[in-house]
């Protein structure tokens, strides 16, 4: 679901344009324009065709007061009405220019700005389309056009070479910037949803952990009543053992406490917000990581190591290891052949995940690349063995910036060369990925276990 939704935020990016934002920049444009022809007029003695070039300005002053009226000021343009608006912009000033020089107008690189503004608004199909129509219009500028003339008779043009070189150094920067701009931009808004995307996945895992704390909590409360319910309950089954209708209510309240009390104990297995169930074994929380995807028809194999003379650490079930692991297990699960193996290691400073599989791993064409957001192939031509699977991008793009918020050190590699060449199923010659904490950075302690837990505070009650 995350994926469609951030595919469906980046198709329609031009929705986010406001009607009010372009409306502002044809202003400021025909403010330019006016003084820029005031000046030609004042400074340079220029004989323009004034009637003409103040209409032209005088159709985009119509267009905004049109579009002021009768739209809101908060209005989201579509992708066409954006296209329709730029196009618009592009036409009104390539024919200023064709009455202004054509190319030999160095105004005439504003052209370029609409262009810009549609690369990073909308797709680039449609950028496409509005950089055919800027370089056609350019082009015929540049063969149709007034000169321009002093009230002296003098014309004021380049050479032809030099504006050769002015149409070319235009095409070239239509298709450049186009291109240029509408990367960059893709690769912002990608890294935004996908950030969007880990904050949700992070709340959401903190959500269920307090949801947790909460029911292990009330669990805990209701723990004393429910024994007196229970007590009381046995006490009156054998005082009303000569009166069976009775005894069978005082049965049926017993059998009912009880069953209430073991309701609450399985709902708080979750967890408790305090130092006993805030924090877990290293192997346990690894475990709890991986559980969700242990029966999906792979074999995962849990390696846990340690230095002889350590003992295994106590760290703090956090919700974005957790979540974070939880994600790379999944990775693992659906590239593997047959089987996945974790391993983790420690020492007196460090805390070392490794997760491995035994498929393709990961394309050398790719590697630089892990870890951002939305790499669509892991490896090419053999998408029919995962059916299903879109990509790994994302998923992994969130694993990786959960876990480095939790102080983590990431890595990937390949158990083999990654050409998918000689591999066998049940060997490590698949992908690798590396995860490394200091102790301090999990709250890591050997002797965690046997620190007090904390004296119990009970709810307050209104």
Known sequence: MANQNTFDARVHRSNWV??????VLRWIAITGQLIAITIALRLFDLDLNLGLCLL?????????????????????????????????????????????????????????????????????????????????????????????????????????????????????????????????????????????????????????????GVVAAAAHELGTPLATIKLASAELIEELSDQPQLREDAELIRDQSERCREILQSMGRAGKDDLHLRRAPLEAVIREAAEPHIGRGKDVVFDIDADANARQPIIFRRPEIIHGLRNLVQNAVDFARSTIWIEA????????????????????????????????????GTSGSRPGYEGMGLGLFIAKTLL?????????????????????????????????????????SPDADRAPLGENVPFERE
């Open 56 to 212: 032209v300005i005088a159709a985009s002053i119509i267009a905004n007061l049109i579009a002021v009226f009768i739209y809101p000021e908060n209005k989201r343009l579509t992708e066409a009405e954006v296209a329709w608006m730029l196009l618009f912009d592009i036409v009104q000033l390539a024919a200023l220019l064709a009455l202004t020089g054509g190319l030999n107008n160095p105004f005439a690189l504003l052209i370029l700005a609409p262009v810009t503004i549609s690369a990073t608004a909308l797709k680039p199909g449609t950028t496409a389309l509005i950089g055919a129509a800027t370089i056609a219009l350019v082009s015929a500028v540049t063969l149709w056009n007034l000169p321009l003339t002093t009230t002296n008779g003098f014309i004021m043009a380049m050479p032809r070479d030099f504006v050769l070189g002015f149409w070319t150094a235009i095409v070239i920067g239509v298709i450049f910037l186009g291109l240029y701009a509408s990367r960059v931009t893709g690769e912002v808004h990608a890294m935004s949803d996908a950030l969007t995307a880990t904050q949700m996945a992070l709340a959401r895992e903190q959500k269920l952990t307090d949801l947790g």
């Open 404 to 444: 480095e918020r939790s102080g983590a050190e990431i890595s990937f590699a390949n158990g083999s060369d990654g050409t998918g060449g000689s591999v066998g199923e049940g060997e490590r010659s698949g992908a690798i990925v590396v995860a490394s904490w200091t102790m301090g950075a999990l709250g890591a």
């Open 345 to 380: 290691t420690w020492d007196e400073d460090f805390v070392t995940i490794r997760i491995v599989d035994d498929g393709y791993g990961f394309p050398a064409q790719v590697m630089g690349r892990i870890g951002d957001p939305f790499v669509r192939q892991r490896r090419s």
């Open 18 to 23: 406001r009607l009010r934002t372009l409306i």
